[in-house]
């Protein structure tokens, strides 16, 4: 992927009304990698005040989309996501990376997870991801 298409992807994504409602920024992009991050806020909190698991399912799959489209330049959908909740979170901020597992023509199995600002592991989802038509 050239530089001029990245730039344009990260800025796809962060202008998304979805990232700007959760607060998730690019922490790092290149070809078939990313970080992203998202600060843990207090609208984001459950009924016992920890970090709501749709807001780690989100951040999880959001990664996903962009390690994607960051290696190749299509449009993707989720097929499933299944997520995995290790640890609890109260602040702080959440980083998300994620690796493709096979590069298929229609369907990307995909691993991703989601780490603290202490590198402290919160979540991890396996997915598949399907390629959309032009």
């Not at 097929?79 to 290790?86: A, D, E, K, Q, S």
Request: glycine share 6%; proline share 4%; aromatic share 8%.
């Amino acid at each position: 992927m050239d530089s001029e298409y990245l730039t344009w992807l990260k800025n796809d994504f962060e202008e998304s009304p979805f990232w700007k409602h959760m607060g998730i920024s690019m922490d790092y992009l290149s070809a078939g990698e990313a970080r992203i991050k998202m600060p843990v806020s207090e609208n984001q909190m459950n009924c016992n005040q920890y970090l709501h698991g749709g807001s780690i399912t989100s951040l999880l799959d959001s990664i996903i989309g962009v390690t994607i489209r960051s290696s190749q330049d299509v449009r993707v959908a989720t097929i499933y996501l299944n997520t995995h909740f290790v640890a609890p979170v109260k602040d702080g901020t959440l980083y998300a990376t994620a690796n493709i597992v096979h590069p298929g023509k229609r369907i990307l199995p995909v691993e991703s997870k989601v780490v603290d600002d202490q590198d402290r592991l919160i979540a991890i989802a396996t997915a598949a991801f399907t390629i959309l038509q032009k």
